[in-house]
Every structure is written in C-alpha cells, then in structure tokens.
C-alpha cells in the first residue's frame, strides 16, 4: 500500500461489516493479530473507495426535505425526511428518511 488515508466510511456497510465481524472473530481465535486485521480494513478502504468511483455509473435525482445538515472535516452530512428517489429507469422510491454522508471524492494529495 502507497500509505495515503481512504476514509473508513463503508465499513459500516452490510459488506464492511461482516469483513470487521470476521476479522473480530478471526482474532479472537488468535488466527491473525490485529495489525493483519489493520491492514485488511486499510487495503478494504482502498479497494472500495476505488471499484465504487471506476464501476458504479449509475444516476438518480431525489427530492425531500431537509431537516439538519453539518459540515465537519470535510465530510457533509444530510439528514432528509419524506423522500422520493427517481432512478434512471423512472422506478420511484419514497423513504421517510435517509442520511446522505459525502466525502471528497479526490484522492489525498490530489489537486
């Protein structure tokens, strides 16, 4: 790994995890030590950050209302209620509510 910092925020993911819930129970067992288990999440930062920004093409707009927003670090968080998801296909979702976190989409260093 070339050492730049991915946030960590898909290891709160269904994927992510059951990656850490495996690495918990694989140290646990004393199969690896915990600075493998470091590692691992590290290269998942990287792995995930990058496959979602090349792979996922995907588009859709939605509309709600805003209830509380926060700039922190330079990560925006959005708190919406009743909001309507339209895909790229016209299929319509409404949700009551949704959290909508958004990072820096360059790489650390990037310009």
């Not at 646990?28 to 950050?49: C, H, K, M, V, Y």
Request: hydrophobic residues 40%; contains cysteine; proline residues 2%.
């Amino acid at each position: 790994m070339n050492g730049q910092a991915y946030y960590e925020l898909y290891r709160r993911s269904s994927i992510g995890m059951a990656l850490t819930d495996t690495l918990d129970d694989l140290i646990t067992d004393r199969r690896i030590e915990p600075q493998l288990a470091i590692r691992i999440l590290a290269n998942f930062d990287r792995s995930i950050t990058e496959i979602l920004s090349e792979k996922v093409k995907a588009k859709m707009s939605f509309k709600g209302h805003l209830h509380t927003y926060r700039f922190c670090d330079e990560v925006w968080t959005f708190l919406l209620e009743d909001v309507t998801f339209k895909m790229e296909n016209q299929h319509v979702v409404q949700v009551d509510k949704v959290k909508i976190v958004s990072c820096n989409s360059k790489k650390p260093g990037e310009v």
